[in-house]
């Protein structure tokens, strides 16, 4: 039987993956993609008892929170640029807009089709 590991890391594994699952709700591809893959993660070294690894295991969970962190705010700050301007910001680049069918279509055909 392996040894067990040390309570307070596992503690710490845990709050991680709670934080981690509670960010998991913002994430832009939604919680339903977010959460397999979270649990697949923490599942791949759920047999680590080194801990060293554990400790490496953890950082490396802190460093996606981060991430992750960074990516939701920064979606966020993009809704509200978005919203404050009232129009496609990317189209005064080039960048095609989604029009009314459903497709896409740049700026200029815009004006074609109105």
């Given amino acids: 039987m392996p040894p067990p590991i040390n309570p307070e890391l596992r503690h710490e ?25 979270l649990h697949k ?40 640029l978005t919203a404050k301007s009232g129009r496609n910001r990317g189209a005064e680049c080039g960048i095609p807009e989604v029009s009314d069918d459903g497709g896409l279509r740049s700026r200029a055909d815009a004006t074609f089709y109105e």
């Fill in 13 to 37: 594994v845990i709050a991680v993956y709670k934080e981690l699952l509670n960010l998991g709700r913002e994430y832009p591809q939604g919680f339903d993609y977010f959460r397999p893959r």
């Fill in 41 to 80: 993660a923490f599942m791949a070294n759920a047999g680590l008892r080194d801990e060293e690894a554990i400790k490496k295991g953890i950082e490396r969970a802190r460093f996606v929170q981060k991430g992750i962190r960074w990516l939701v705010s920064s979606m966020l700050d993009m809704s509200k």
